[in-house]
């Protein structure tokens, strides 16, 4: 299976600290992506980080991808109530995404 | 911002029955994607759809599951008879350059129950 799988499943971290998720995967990848999942509700897409790519940016979000390990990490700085949800990886390949199962983040305020 | 909208947000229908989903992908976007996630599980890929015909189609898009572009704007999953284990949130998804190379953009989903 291409699947990612998230690490760790649930995490509990105070407002203004930072959270770390982590992302494994099987096989060959075009790109991963993350995406964020408020209760209930659509996937939101955070970041895509390609093949070639290393580290990526954007706002309070950190993703780094080691394609030797087959694993990939997303860091949110300075986390906020807001940020309370479920987050994915999803590898993609082959016309489509496979989804691991999560990491829910509660922030605490 | 342009969106993925989904109608209708929630179906209750018996089992047995034909359901319909609906999905208007974003205008620009060319390649169009329904993906399920039962409740407390991974979201599953279903079907991935390009240039009016199936691009891939995963175990799970069995001959009672069908997907149509009926107008150019509208996307639209059919489900032939439903069973009891097809009850999930049902999410459509399209991308300007397919997921591959670029983010898919996720609709609000279909809470499907079948009882």
Known sequence: ????????????????????MNCSYKTSINNLQWYRQNSGRGLVHLILIRS???????GRLRVTLDTSKKSSSL?????????????????????????GAGTTVTVRA | EPEVTQ??????TQMGQEVILRCVPISNHLYF???????????????????????????????????????????????????????????????SQGTTKAEAFFGQGTRLTVV
């Not at chain 2, 109608?7 to 209750?12: L, M």
């Not at chain 2, 009850?87 to 998804?93: D, E, G, K, Q, R």
Request: charged fraction near 25%; proline fraction near 2%.
């Open chain 1, 52 to 58: 070639n790519e290393r580290e990526k940016h954007s």
């Open chain 2, 33 to 95: 994607y329904w993906y399920r996630q039962i409740l407390g599980q991974k979201v599953e890929f279903l079907v991935s759809f390009y240039n009016n015909e199936i691009s891939e189609k995963s175990e799970i898009f069995d001959d009672q599951f069908s997907v149509e572009r009926p107008d150019g704007s509208n996307f639209t999953l059919k489900i032939r008879s439903t069973k009891l284990e097809d009850s999930a949130m049902y999410f459509c998804a399209s991308s």
């Open chain 2, 7 to 12: 109608t209708p947000s929630h179906q209750v």
């Open chain 1, 75 to 99: 860091l949110i700085t300075a986390s906020r109530a807001a940020d309370t949800a479920s987050y994915f990886c999803a590898t993609a390949y082959d016309y489509k995404l496979s989804f």
């Open chain 1, 1 to 20: 299976s291409q699947q990612g799988e998230e690490d760790p499943q649930a995490l509990s971290i105070q407002e203004g600290e930072n959270a770390t």
